[in-house]
Each structure stands twice: as structure tokens, then as C-alpha cells.
């Protein structure tokens, strides 16, 4: 079965770059999450689409903007990096069904950026 | 996350069962959720329950629910080396994931 697909898989940047990060969903899956991965933490929710209109935002920097295009796939954008941002960024994907509160979210391999 | 909380470290010995426990905060939760990450790889969604739910099973997985004190546990039968990994519990908080802090599985031949 298709999965959710991430690139570039590992992305090194220097401090004050610009990076972007895409993800494209699993066919027919309309919904698209964007977490940060720190090393050793949990993931942390950043944005969410939903046939390409944002529909939820967690913490993300006002560095980072993120938008969903006419094919569903996804694109985080990056600016002004900091070391801290260096992390495991995963995409996940789901089909939202009328009437369910099921999010079953699945998870692309992710993106790791080092910031140096 | 600060919402779920989870032991952080568990090992058994291969062909043990192995229970990972998660407590969350969030009453209005109507799934909860595990997944498994093997070190360097994604979330693998390993199975959810529905929160007027009690018991889940799935082959070797068992999913139980104490609603009354927002308790989830995992309980892995028959562990093999290959379940080695972090285990993350999350709640769904209108659709975004909020995980634990995840329980890192080590089994012993």
C-alpha cells in the first residue's frame, strides 16, 4: 500500500537559511499534519490542512509557514533557521470521514534537518 | 507532552508480555492511540480505541481503558526482539495528535 512520502530525507542548512520540506499524502487522504521531532522528545503538532485550508495550528514559529496545494500535497517552508530547529519533521496524512472524531493518522519516514 | 504521561523505560526478556501504561488529561478524548517508532523511523499507527471502549485486542496487542482515571495501557504478548522500540500513547485534541513522552521497550533474548 502507498504510504506517506517525505522529502529531501535528511537536509543540512546553515543558520539564517531557508529550507523546505514536502510531504505528499497517501491517495485520497484529504487531511495533512505537520510535527517537529526534537532528539529524544515527543512529537509536537504544528499545523494541520484540510482540503487546503488550514485547520489547526499548534507551535509553530512564525518563521515557518506551511500551505496545502490543489493536489493535496504539502509544503513546510522555513526561514531565518536556528540551531534549534534542527529536528525530525514528519508528515502525516488521514481521511477525514463525516460525522467521526477518528483521526488514524499515518506517518511518513520523516525529514531530518541539522542546522549548523 | 504535558497532557500524556508515560513511563519512560521497560524491559523484558523475549517471550514475556510486556504492559506499557499512558495516563492523558483530556475527558473529551474519544480516541486514544498507540504507535511505535523504531529508532531513526517514522510513527507506525499500531492500533486506536474508542473511549466508551474497555479492551481492545489485535493479534499480540491488547488495549485496555480505565475512562474513570484516564488510563491506557499496552500490553504486547509474546515480545520478540523485534519489538524493540518507543511506544507513544497520544490523544486526539480536535484531530492533532498530543503524545507521551513515549516508553522505551527493550527486550532481552
Known amino acids: 500500500a502507498a504510504g506517506v512520502i517525505q522529502s529531501p530525507r535528511h537536509l543540512i542548512k546553515e543558520k539564517r537559511e531557508t529550507a523546505t520540506l514536502k510531504c505528499y499524502p497517501i491517495?485520497?487522504?484529504?487531511?495533512v499534519y505537520w510535527y517537529q521531532q526534537g532528539p529524544g522528545q515527543d512529537p509536537q503538532f504544528l499545523i494541520s490542512?484540510?482540503?487546503?485550508?488550514?485547520?489547526d495550528k499548534g507551535s509553530i514559529p512564525d518563521r515557518f509557514s506551511a500551505q496545502q496545494f490543489s493536489d493535496y500535497h504539502s509544503e513546510l517552508n522555513m526561514s531565518s533557521l536556528e540551531l534549534g530547529d534542527s529536528a525530525l519533521y514528519f508528515c502525516a496524512s488521514s481521511l477525514r470521514l463525516a460525522g467521526s472524531r477518528l483521526y488514524e493518522q499515518y506517518f511518513g519516514p520523516g525529514t531530518r534537518l541539522t542546522v549548523t | 507532552g504535558e497532557d500524556v504521561e508515560q513511563s519512560l523505560f521497560l524491559s523484558v526478556r523475549e517471550g514475556d508480555s510486556s504492559v506499557i501504561n499512558c495516563t492523558y488529561t483530556?475527558?473529551?478524548?474519544?480516541?486514544l492511540y498507540w504507535y511505535k517508532q523504531e529508532p531513526g523511523a517514522g510513527l507506525q499507527l499500531l492500533t486506536y480505541i474508542f473511549s466508551n471502549m474497555d479492551m481492545k485486542q489485535d493479534q499480540r496487542l491488547t488495549v485496555l481503558l480505565n475512562k474513570k482515571d484516564k488510563h491506557l495501557s499496552l500490553r504486547i504478548a509474546d515480545t520478540q526482539t523485534g519489538d524493540s522500540a518507543i511506544y507513544f500513547c497520544?490523544?486526539?485534541?480536535?484531530?492533532?495528535?498530543?503524545f507521551g513522552q513515549g516508553t522505551e521497550l527493550s527486550v532481552k533474548p
Open positions: 491517495p485520497r487522504h484529504d487531511t
Open positions: 497520544a490523544e486526539s485534541q480536535g484531530g492533532k495528535l498530543i
Open positions: 490542512f484540510y482540503e487546503k485550508m488550514q485547520s
Open positions: 483530556d475527558s473529551s478524548s474519544t480516541y
